[in-house]
């Protein structure tokens, strides 16, 4: 069982920047990617980023949703099982508890993603 825990979220100004970071730990070689997911209050989780994680498999290829791809970028470090999300020009619409998640597939739908965080709350002011 694959153990996620997230960290680096915060209250921030619209226009500044973030880095959330995600350890894994416990049978990590069941990863194939990772990535990022977020839910605002009201609304559904939504996929934001990934970034595949084994090193025989479609090595570090990144998937971005189209309203983050040219603010937000994905990253890993393998040697110390993190991955990253760089947040920046934030906005009020970026509000959302964001979720690191993994998985052996490569796809945006969250219901293939069995391995969860517990989540950290990212809030823009305006």
């Known amino acids: 069982q694959v153990h996620l825990v997230e960290s680096g979220g915060g209250l921030v100004q619209a226009g500044g920047s973030l880095r959330l970071s995600c350890i894994a730990s416990r049978g990590t070689f069941n990863i194939y990617t990772m990535g990022w997911f977020r839910q605002a209050p009201g609304k559904e989780r939504e996929f934001v980023a990934l970034i595949t994680w084994h090193e025989t498999w479609h090595d570090g290829n990144t998937v971005y949703e189209d309203n983050v791809k040219d603010r937000f970028t994905i990253s890993r470090d393998n040697a110390k099982n993190t991955v990253y999300l760089h947040m920046s020009s934030l906005k009020p619409e970026d509000t959302a508890v964001y979720y690191c998640?993994?998985?052996?597939?490569?796809?945006?739908?969250?219901?293939?993603?069995?391995?969860w965080g517990q989540g950290t709350q990212v809030t823009v002011s305006s």
């Open positions: 998640a993994a998985t052996r597939s490569l796809t945006k739908n969250s219901s293939a993603w069995p391995y």
